[in-house]
């Protein structure tokens, strides 16, 4: 099986259960859903408002649902490997629009000044690319805001096999996790410049990290 369809069948099979089994996780961690909501949209601003905010990896739409509750007026799409995640992130109505694809390999349209993704971005299969594409996409000063799992290097040991992670905690979902030195150097080699780098919540052996970029001009 290829690794995209590995994906989406774990996290079809996940959708029922998904936010069930999150939320509560989130807050042992010390923090919320409405929380990280706040810490995205920290970095919107007025001058985004013209065009739609882009989600990528929306999931049952627990997130947009805050984003929407703590900003009613901005307008979010949405965008998911999932078709499972896809029908539970509708139901939420709170999406102006849902597109099924993968984050790497969709074609964007139009341009925009604003996208966030949170816990995506070790599922990805190729992150080169995604952020690439994620900057063309964006207009100049634009921003993405992504929040994801980083191995504790202090609890792991470099050999670890980090995938085994999400195999375990994703229903058998592949990932591509990265050590923040690697995400570091990814960023530096893409054409974003990293404003932002922070942990959210408590330490364990995978920690929350928000990484705040800007597309160069
Ligand atoms: C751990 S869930 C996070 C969902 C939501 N962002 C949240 O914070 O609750 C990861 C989501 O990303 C989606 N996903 C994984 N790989 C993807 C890809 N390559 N492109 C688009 N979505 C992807 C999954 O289907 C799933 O809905």
């Not at 069930?20 to 929380?35: A, F, M, Q, T």
């Not at 627990?62 to 984003?67: E, F, K, N, P, S």
């Not at 949170?118 to 993405?144: P, T, W, Y």
Request: proline share 3%.
């Amino acid at each position: 099986m290829n690794y995209n369809k590995e994906v989406r069948n774990a996290f079809d099979d996940w959708a029922a259960t998904y936010e069930k089994d999150v939320v509560p996780k989130l807050n042992l961690r010390g923090y919320s859903y409405d929380e990280l909501a706040a810490s995205i949209l920290s970095y919107y601003n007025e001058n985004m408002e013209s065009v739609p905010v882009l989600e990528l990896g929306v999931g049952t739409g627990v997130l947009g649902q805050r984003i929407k509750g703590l900003a009613p007026n901005v307008e979010i799409e949405g965008l998911d490997i999932s078709s499972e995640m896809l029908n539970k992130a509708k139901e939420k109505g709170v999406y102006k629009s849902l597109y099924l694809g993968s984050a790497d390999e969709y074609i964007y349209c139009g341009h925009r000044k604003f996208i966030y993704s949170a816990f995506m971005f070790h599922s990805v299969r190729n992150q080169e690319l995604l952020l690439s594409k994620i900057a063309d996409n964006l207009d100049e000063g634009g921003m993405f805001i992504f929040v994801d799992l980083i191995p504790n290097m202090k609890i792991l040991s470099a050999n670890a096999d980090f995938n085994a992670h999400s195999v375990q905690y994703e229903h058998g979902a592949p990932a591509m996790y990265k050590t923040c030195a690697e995400m570091i150097q990814l960023v530096e080699d893409s054409p974003f410049e990293l404003i932002e780098l922070r942990k959210l919540g408590i330490s364990k052996d995978y920690n929350h990290y928000l990484f705040a970029l800007k597309k160069e001009g």
